[in-house]
């Protein structure tokens, strides 16, 4: 049974959407405020949080800025009624699964729940574990970590997979397309910029070996290149 952290303040939508989750087999803990949402995901193991924006103590942005600060790899998903594209990016931008507008159907959100929770399974090929020598780095999957001589970063759950997906195509095409697609299982504006960002992120990390380099393919995608010594 998929664990499932829900922190909403509207008292009657965190019940109806607890009972409705509930009924399809989910086991939900809701939380009405984000400090209370926060300490549960810092203390407890859940498969998926849902997370409202505009919240009390503690917003939804602040919880997901923590989150990633803590290394956490709990994924989550944005349910919220601020709609503008800034809003979209900014949470995507934070490591968000998807970013979903109130008023939503049930059964979509159930829909896209389920598609990450797939995603995110052991049994997914997507999620098996491996290892990856990159220049003078060494990539652990599994362990979301990012090693250079004994400097060890730990990756967020989309960085880990968009470098996965470089590594597998290194000194080959990665489309941008088709890598937001596997990642985040659907084509989007907004995913694509979020996607961008990622790759940003690991050009930094992989900054220490000049023998590596993250090239731009203009409007097809990226090449993790490797040069020989």
Do not use: W
Request: hydrophobic share 35%; glycine share 6%; proline share 3%.
């Amino acid at each position: 049974m998929s664990k499932i952290l829900l922190i909403e303040d509207d008292t009657s939508l965190g019940i109806l959407l607890s009972d409705f989750l509930e009924g399809e087999g989910k086991e939900v803990k809701l939380c009405r405020d984000g400090k209370a949402g926060l300490d549960a995901a810092l203390s407890e193991t859940f498969d998926l949080a849902i997370i409202d924006v505009m919240l009390p103590k503690v917003d939804g942005y602040t919880i997901a800025n923590t989150l990633r600060d803590e290394n956490s790899t709990l994924p989550f998903l944005f349910l919220t009624a601020r709609s503008m594209k800034e809003d979209k990016l900014k949470g995507y931008d934070l490591g968000a699964e998807d970013y979903i507008t109130k008023p939503f159907e049930e059964e979509e959100l159930l829909a896209k729940i389920n598609v990450i929770l797939r995603r995110m399974s052991p049994n997914n090929n997507f999620a098996c574990p491996n290892k990856f020598q990159i220049g003078k780095y060494h990539f652990d999957y599994n362990r979301q970590e990012l090693t250079f001589n004994e400097e060890v970063n730990r990756l967020t759950q989309k960085e880990n997979e968009v470098l996965k997906l470089l590594c597998q195509n290194k000194n080959q095409i990665l489309k941008r397309e088709e890598a937001v697609e596997k990642i985040y299982g659907k084509k989007d504006y907004f995913l694509g910029r979020s996607f961008d960002v990622f790759i940003s992120k690991i050009r930094k990390l992989l900054r220490h070996d000049p023998n590596l380099k993250i090239e731009n393919v203009f409007k097809v995608g990226f090449i993790l290149s490797e040069k020989e010594n």
